[in-house]
């Protein structure tokens, strides 16, 4: 018997890539529901080779559902997780709501999969920013090696990370610089067609933003906390795939060529590096892909044991569906999950 699957947020960035992504994987489901707000009830949505109709998240009974994949935002997901728990489905929710609750496991299979089984105290299982999933990925194996004392990383995020708005945003944008329309950025606080902007959420007292202070906790949280971390996180006109410059201090020496080897061998990583013109991984490339690609890899000289490297990865995949549907698959394939008995 396969699981009943609910999608929230099913006609979003995240959830069309969640449903493209079941279906891809062939995902044990025996029956997947697309949910959004109302303002979207009866729209058509891809799953596969078919449609699905999206129905109201507010008139849905959860109680035939077994894994809800939540991607809503975070006071939908604040009010509406703990429900559907309640009403027996296991959630993984995309958004920031839980991720820093003690009580919830942050998870990123290829990092820190046995952490999964504390979904039992909540029901609820917190899928990372779309930036530190791809970090960790690439940082565990050098971590295990070498002893990780501080990582310094710029990021290159792409419009997609906040949402399909801000896709058409920079689609208007874009299109208005050649027309020589008049620009009113809405959903960022700059124009973002060709511009970058240094701000992505909102801003904390010491002067960081919180999508930075976000990639220091959730490392810490996932991957050991000891590690030392600081980021600049920056918008960029991509549609998708977010770039990270990293670098990193180790305790113990690590050369280029052994990180190099060890990323080859890691599960989720691609190395790329080919130390020529192209022969590197640019976000264009990486967008539709599964694996967390690594570039540029170095020795850093003005540090001990320093390492750089850069890193790209797909950010609705990777970075949210992937990952999501990931957590999914080790609840199922550890049997932590069983598909609720059904009437014939
Ligand atoms: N994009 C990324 O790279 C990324 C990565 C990690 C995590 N996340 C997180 O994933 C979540 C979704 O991101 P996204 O990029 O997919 O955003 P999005 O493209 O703006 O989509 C938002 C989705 O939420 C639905 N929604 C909004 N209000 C709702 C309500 N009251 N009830 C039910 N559904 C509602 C929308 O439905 P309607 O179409 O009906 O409005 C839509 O399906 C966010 O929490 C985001 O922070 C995103």
Redesign the pocket.
Known sequence: MGYNVAV?????????EMLDILAERSFPADEVVA??????QG?EVSFGDHTLK?K???HFDFSGVDLCL????????KE?SPKIAAAGAVVID????WRYDSDIPLIVPEVNADAITGFRKRGIIA????ST?QLVVALKPLHDRATIKRVVVDTYQ?V??????AMDELFAQSKAVFTLDEITPKKFTKRIAFNLIPHIDVFMEDGSTREEWKMVVETKKILDPKIKLIATCVRVPVFIS?SEAVNIEFERPITAEEARDILRNAPGCLVIDAREPGGYVTPYEATGEDATYISRIREDATVENGLSMWVVSD??RK??ALNAIQIAEVLINRKLITAKQRAA
């Open positions: 929230v947020g099913a006609t979003g960035n995240v959830g069309r949910l959004a707000s109302r303002r979207s729209v999206v109201a998240l507010d939540m991607s809503a935002g975070g006071a939908v997901s509406w995309n958004s920031s709501a899928n990372p920013n779309c999933a792409s997609s990370g906040a949402g399909k708005a977010h950010n609705l970075g949210a």
